[in-house]
């Protein structure tokens, strides 16, 4: 903004007399939600008492259901290969034969399970992103869900 505009220029918020001539006044952008600060300890406290190798080990155990359904039954195809341990918390894989756009409306629309394409030029997959919270039942569901959907 030109400096010969401020002053005439009004702010989002309120600004004081002494600020008519000063770039500052339209930097306020109001009350900060206190939520994000006070939940940083919180999250901070979470993590530790878990540990990240209580964490790691509770994700990679994930990925042995997922890997049945992701490769095996779907005729997945994978990018990368990872040994064992190297991943945990994430996953993505693609399809051969079937078209992952379709998979992932199906997965939400009747089985309320998000997941989210990763289109790239040279590869297009699926991510799936469990948590310390999911469960194996919830693993189990989804690697069904996903055989139910290719199989039609």
Request: charged content about 25%; proline content about 4%; overall charge negative.
């Amino acid at each position: 903004m030109r400096k010969s505009r401020i002053k005439e220029t009004w702010a989002l918020m309120a600004s004081s007399e002494r600020q008519d001539d000063d770039i500052r006044k339209f930097e306020e952008i109001g009350t900060h939600p206190a939520a994000n600060h006070d939940a940083i300890c919180e999250a901070l406290t979470f993590n530790q008492n878990i540990g990240i190798e209580r964490k790691s080990g509770a994700l990679a155990l994930s990925e042995g259901p997922l890997d049945g359904a992701t490769r095996a039954e779907s005729q997945g195809e994978n990018p990368a290969q990872f040994e064992s341990g190297d991943v945990s918390g994430i996953g993505m894989f693609g399809l051969v034969g079937a078209d992952p756009q379709k998979l992932v409306t199906a997965l939400h629309a009747k089985h309320a399970i998000y997941t989210a394409l990763m289109p790239h030029e040279e590869y297009t997959g699926i991510r799936i992103t469990p948590s310390v919270y999911t469960t194996l039942a919830e693993l189990d569901y989804f690697t069904k869900a996903v055989d139910k959907e290719l199989k039609g």
